[in-house]
């Protein structure tokens, strides 16, 4: 999966990342959605940067052994291997600006359910220490490297909105989903979050609204979107679906019912979509 020498999806892979408001299910269809590309026979990396760190849990992990994964952000010795600093240490370090993480997937990726694999990026957990502290530094060149082969995916689970991403860190992501539920605060946080991946220059921005119980829900978003609902490429209407509540943490329960559920037949358009886009790429 890890290839220095050529440029992200130069080779036809997937790079996708999720995001959206807090508490809108972006870690459960980020879950679901690794899932699905394995069982169609992709290599999916699922990468976690949200601060609160339930990827692997969602993807079916125990807690048990979730709770051992350090999440690379927070090993503070391999920080300043990778980039000459110490988190924490002060200001006016030399920083190494393109550090060699080659060994990042092998040292802290775990294999999780269904041949998932899960690395746990963390975020920065320092208040006011710049965009060029060691922490991000690493995240950035964590990501640059993460290079794909055709039939390999990466789906990376951002924190709230895209605020935090520079060019650098988005630079290769072909495709976002905004993810939100049918109310007005989380709308607004995926249309701000779709004008933004617009800048970074991803070209495909999809619309996932979760959640959605009546006809009524999906007039609401489409008004309170108005005129930027042409922001996004496509979008996605995922019914209510008690059952997630039932089987929480884990997705995979959900994934054995029989026959599927209107919200995973959902889910599996929005694969196909992403499958289609790549194509078209």
């Not at 892979?13 to 959206?20: A, D, M, P, S």
Request: proline letters at 6%; charged letters at 20%; hydrophobic letters at 40%.
């Amino acid at each position: 999966m890890l290839n220095r020498n050529t440029r992200p999806g130069d080779e036809g892979g997937l790079r996708i990342l999720v995001t959206g408001k807090g508490g809108v299910g972006k870690t459960t269809i980020t879950a679901l959605l690794a899932h699905l590309f394995t069982r169609h026979g992709y290599t999916v990396l699922a990468v976690d940067e949200d601060p609160q760190m339930n990827l692997p849990f969602a993807l079916g992990m125990p807690q048990d052994a979730g709770d051992t994964i350090v999440p690379i952000t927070r090993n503070l010795d391999y920080i300043e291997e990778k980039t000459g600093a110490r988190p924490g240490a002060g200001w006016g370090l030399m920083l190494t600006l393109n550090p060699d993480v080659s060994d990042v997937v092998g040292r802290f990726g775990v294999t999780g359910p269904g041949g998932v694999k899960v690395l746990v990026m963390g975020t920065v957990v320092q208040a006011a220490t710049g965009c060029l502290c060691p922490e991000n530094t690493l995240l950035e060149a964590v990501i640059r490297y993460i290079n794909l082969r055709k039939n390999e995916v990466i789906l990376l689970d951002t924190q709230a909105g895209v605020e935090h991403f520079g060019r650098s860190l988005a630079r290769g992501f072909g495709q976002a989903l905004l993810v939100t539920d049918p109310s007005f605060n989380a709308v607004t946080v995926a249309k701000h979050g779709a004008k933004l991946a617009r800048e970074l220059g991803i070209p495909y921005i999809h619309l996932i609204v979760n959640r959605v119980r009546s006809d009524r829900d999906k007039e609401k978003v489409r008004t309170i979107l108005g005129d930027d609902m042409n922001l996004f490429s496509e979008q996605f209407w995922l019914p209510y679906e008690e059952r997630l509540l039932l089987c929480d943490p884990g997705v995979l329960p959900l994934l054995s019912c029989t026959p599927p559920p209107p919200f995973l037949e959902e889910l599996a358009r929005i694969r196909n979509a992403l499958e289609k886009h790549q194509e078209l790429s």
